[in-house]
T-cell receptor, first 115, second 110 residues
Framework: DTGVSQNPRHKITKRGQNVTFRCDPI?????LYWYRQTLGQGPEFLTYFQNEAQLEKSRLLSDRFSAERPKGSFSTLEIQRTEQGDSAMYLC?????????????FGSGTQLSVL | GESVGLHLPTLSVQEGDNSIINCAYSNSASDYFIWYKQESGKGPQFIID?????DKRQGQRVTVLLNKTVKHLSLQIAATQPGDSAVYFCADGGNTPLVFGKGTRLSVIA
């Protein structure tokens, strides 16, 4: 399977705990995106990388959220001190070159439930 | 605010009928649009795209129409099947990052 891979698929955690998600983009895709999606809503942009550089962060991304893409390949999204409002599907997507007018390829997401 | 928006949150269609999902956009300079399909528990999946130098583009059982005059696009699904049941999103591909609306949930009645 050469698509975008996300792990874990599901994560249940207690409020206040830290969680980390991983995304492996399509090989050689330069750009990697993180989105968040809650029930009944469309995906909301969080942040994106061009290779290892984080180019933009949404104001939705509070200080408790941090994303990395250290070698320009896989990426991690960490949420510290989770809150119930963090419960959502976290989606990763990648695109080949990052130019405008280019479609994104999405993974199946990580479903986070904060109890 | 949103740069693209679906007209109806839900759509129910009889199996075998054609489905039409509509979307409006606000940026007259937008020149690339993408339709995604999202099935339950999965990420959005690319269906079809269209650039502004075209009015119509056809895929397998799907057609996208673009009306730049009224800033409207539609996704038509021919002979709708149960497997078409999903949420459909239009996105303005001229933006980085892509901005999604709330989507339209298509339910196929057997």
């Amino acid at each position: 399977d050469t698509g975008v891979s996300q792990n874990p698929r599901h994560k249940i955690t207690k409020r206040g705990q830290n969680v980390t998600f991983r995304c492996d983009p399509i090989s050689e895709h330069n750009r990697l995106y993180w989105y968040r999606q809650t029930l009944g809503q469309g995906p909301e942009f969080l942040t994106y990388f061009q290779n290892e550089a984080q180019l933009e962060k949404s104001r939705l991304l509070s200080d408790r959220f941090s994303a990395e893409r250290p070698k320009g390949s896989f990426s991690t999204l960490e949420i510290q001190r989770t809150e119930q409002g963090d419960s959502a599907m976290y989606l990763c997507a990648s695109s080949p070159t990052g130019v405008t007018n280019e479609k994104l390829f999405f993974g199946s997401g990580t479903q986070l439930s904060v109890l | 605010g949103e740069s693209v928006g679906l007209h109806l949150p839900t759509l129910s269609v009889q199996e075998g009928d054609n489905s039409i999902i509509n979307c409006a956009y606000s940026n007259s300079a937008s020149d690339y649009f993408i339709w995604y399909k999202q099935e339950s528990g999965k990420g959005p999946q690319f269906i079809i795209d269209i650039r502004s130098n075209m009015d119509k583009r056809q895929g397998q059982r799907v057609t996208v129409l673009l009306n730049k005059t009224v800033k409207h696009l539609s996704l038509q699904i021919a002979a709708t099947q149960p497997g078409d049941s999903a949420v459909y999103f239009c996105a303005d591909g001229g933006n980085t990052p892509l901005v999604f609306g709330k989507g339209t949930r298509l339910s196929v009645i057997a």
